[in-house]
């Protein structure tokens, strides 16, 4: 008899400042293989693996193992300096989604005011990644901060927008502030454990 091995991949597209480390204590704590933002140590950063992998044209996540049975992404941009900036869940969440169609994605969210918010206390993100991905705000007029918001609320419209379109994809828009944790329930079994509030910044 042939053992098939069937895999649930969460993969979270939402920004950082947006619930990313709750989210990974809660899978964490239903079973799942966490990855948030790191690989294998502080500085094996999950956004140079994807983009090594993109550039030897294999699939984005086939660095992780295939060992385990229930593995999320909860957090894959990396934005640290000119040599380490890429954001794969505003690039290439459609290569993601063809990758793995079978996979459970969840836009999370948050005002995007408080986003822009909890980016200035941490470690000046609003500056970095409009220093080192300039590219995110091509098209985009206004000051710093009207730029920030409007890719937030462009991101949020474009995914949103993209899985409606998909009627067979597995997908959640969950709002870390406002949302009921039963809503992840649609493809996740939270086992009657409240979405935690980690960060409160």
């Not at 990974?24 to 693996?49: A, Q």
């Not at 098209?139 to 998909?166: A, M, P, Y």
């Not at 079994?189 to 509030?197: A, C, L, N, S």
């Amino acid at each position: 008899m042939i053992n098939i091995i069937i895999i649930v991949m969460i993969i979270l597209l939402g920004f950082p400042k947006s619930g990313t480390t709750s989210f990974t204590f809660l899978l964490n704590k239903i079973g799942y293989k966490s990855y948030h933002w790191t690989f294998r140590n502080d500085t094996d950063y999950i956004g140079n693996w994807i983009k090594k992998c993109k550039l030897r044209n294999e699939k984005l996540l086939s660095f992780i193992p295939s060992d385990r049975k229930q593995i999320a992404i909860t957090q894959m941009d990396i934005c640290i300096d000119d040599k380490n900036c890429y954001w794969p869940q505003l690039v290439d969440y459609k290569l993601l989604y063809e990758q793995y169609p079978e996979a459970i994605f969840i836009l999370n969210v948050r005002n995007p005011k408080d986003i822009l918010k909890s980016m200035k206390k941490w470690q000046n993100y609003d500056k970095r990644i409009l220093t080192y991905n300039p590219e995110l705000f091509k098209n985009i007029e206004g000051n710093s901060d009207e730029k920030i918001l409007k890719l937030i609320n462009k991101h949020f419209n474009d995914v949103c927008t993209f899985f409606d379109q998909r009627k067979n994809s597995k997908f959640i828009k969950y709002d870390i502030i406002k949302d009921n944790v039963s809503k992840l329930n649609k493809y996740i079994d939270t086992k009657g454990i409240q979405f935690p509030q980690v960060n409160k910044n």
